[in-house]
């Protein structure tokens, strides 16, 4: 009808790709191409670099020489162990029968000259005794109590017996002042009485008895500790 208009397709690609379908197929064919290029490229690479590992190795820097060998320890010479008994100068064991050395005598000067006095033997120690001495403590008209003091001038303790001699009378009892006590016996007059106790070093003890039947007679004939004679008579 010549009233009526045809529309005008409008203008754009697609209607360019709808209408040239083998730009499609050539861009497809391109983009094939370079990627199988790009993989032949890379297989190339990688066998180069396999064949490179397989040739000749690559140079070394050649290290520096090494620093001169030091002398072996085993050629120095060690000092011989030392022997118990055996100094540096002598390699010889002492005898164990040896005698040990003594210092010679000294010869005599001259021919007429004194000779060397030998050495003079210690002097015996003193024998320590106990002493005693003699006083009457208390008298009556019979009787009465007498008293030996015994005194050890010594260091060590000692025992001691006291004997009395008794012109008449006799001892009734007797007993050791402040000590333990010892035995006594009377006997032909004789009154003797042996420690129970020994008496310490620089120490007294006093001996006391009482005696009866005296008749006035306070002193007796003799005293003694062991076998001395009392002071105070």
């Known amino acids: 009808m010549s009233g009526t208009r045809r529309a005008r397709p409008s203008s754009g ?16 064919v391109v983009v094939m191409v370079v990627l199988l290029i790009v993989a032949l490229l890379s297989s190339a690479g990688q066998r180069t670099g396999l064949g490179a590992g397989s040739g000749e190795p690559a140079a070394t820097v050649p290290l520096p020489p090494l ?9 120095a010479t060690l ?3 030392v022997t118990p008994g055996l100094s540096p100068r002598r ?11 003594t ?11 004194a000779q060397p006095r030998p050495p003079r033997p210690p002097a015996p120690s003193a024998t320590v005794t106990v002493t005693g001495r003699y006083r ?3 008298s009556w008209g019979d009787g009465f109590i007498g008293e030996v003091l015994l005194t050890n001038s010594g260091a060590s303790a000692r025992p001691w017996t006291v004997r009395l001699e008794l012109p008449r009378g006799e001892v009734v009892t007797s007993w050791v002042e402040g000590a333990p006590q010892g035995s006594a016996r009377m006997a032909d007059g004789v009154f ?18 009482h005696v009866d039947r005296t008749g ?18």
């Open 13 to 28: 690609h697609p209607t360019v790709l709808a209408s040239s379908p083998w730009l499609v197929v050539v861009t497809g």
């Open 67 to 75: 620093p001169p060998a030091s002398p072996s320890p085993a050629g």
């Open 79 to 81: 000092p011989a162990p």
């Open 91 to 101: 390699s010889d064991a002492p005898s164990p029968t040896a005698p040990a050395p």
């Open 103 to 113: 210092a010679a005598a000294p010869a005599p000067s001259g021919g007429g000259g």
């Open 136 to 138: 009457v403590l208390e």
């Open 192 to 209: 003797t009485y042996t420690s129970g106790a020994d008496v310490a070093g620089g120490a007294s003890v006093p001996l006391r008895f």
């Open 216 to 233: 006035g007679n306070t002193r007796p004939s003799s005293c003694t500790v062991d076998g001395k004679a009392c002071g105070g008579l």
